[in-house]
């Protein structure tokens, strides 16, 4: 059976593991609860299974195609717009991932911020990962901010920030709590407004 033919049920049973490496909320509740918060988020409950379900099957295409592009990437699903963010050692890597992204049903945009070089640093990718929890925390802290409907990757130091913000004073708020954490080189903002038209298509 392929993921793609998982039922709605056995979905929603995966979503704490599937997003808990981008959702601020994910680690801290089981399936139960977290079926009410992706109810809470503005892309809805639906929304949320379609893209979980869109993330695990570029993972799945990325495993069968080669494990090691598989252990070396990460996808972030946000209404179908998928951002691949990792480090891969040859441009043909790259390709490979993207080409096989756009492959899956349900995906509406592909933004590729994938590094090509031979070496990952590990001290560097602990840096990262204290970067991403210390920002998740400030979002969902912040009372101005609704930290559900945004995602954060951070490589080398570089903050990658998706979701769907209520105003551009929320969105900003985010993406200022990114710029002012420690060993932050520089923020991507992927982010777009509640009221953008390229939401439309999705609903």
Known sequence: ??????????????????LSACDPV???????????VAASQERGFQGAVDDTKIAAEVNHMWFQHDHQLFGKLSSTVTEGRVLITGIVPTADNRVDAVRLAWQVAGVREVINEIQVRDTVDPVTFGRDVLIANTLRTRLMFDSEVSAINYTV?????????????????????VIGHARNIENVKRVVNYVILKNDPRRSATR
């Open 26 to 36: 994910g680690m801290a509740i089981g399936a139960g609860a977290y079926a009410g």
């Open 1 to 18: 059976m392929t993921i793609r033919r998982l039922s709605t049920l056995s979905i929603l049973a995966a979503l704490p593991l599937a």
């Open 153 to 173: 990757d951070v490589v080398e130091g570089v903050v990658y920030v998706m979701g769907i913000s209520q105003t551009d004073a929320e969105r900003d708020r």
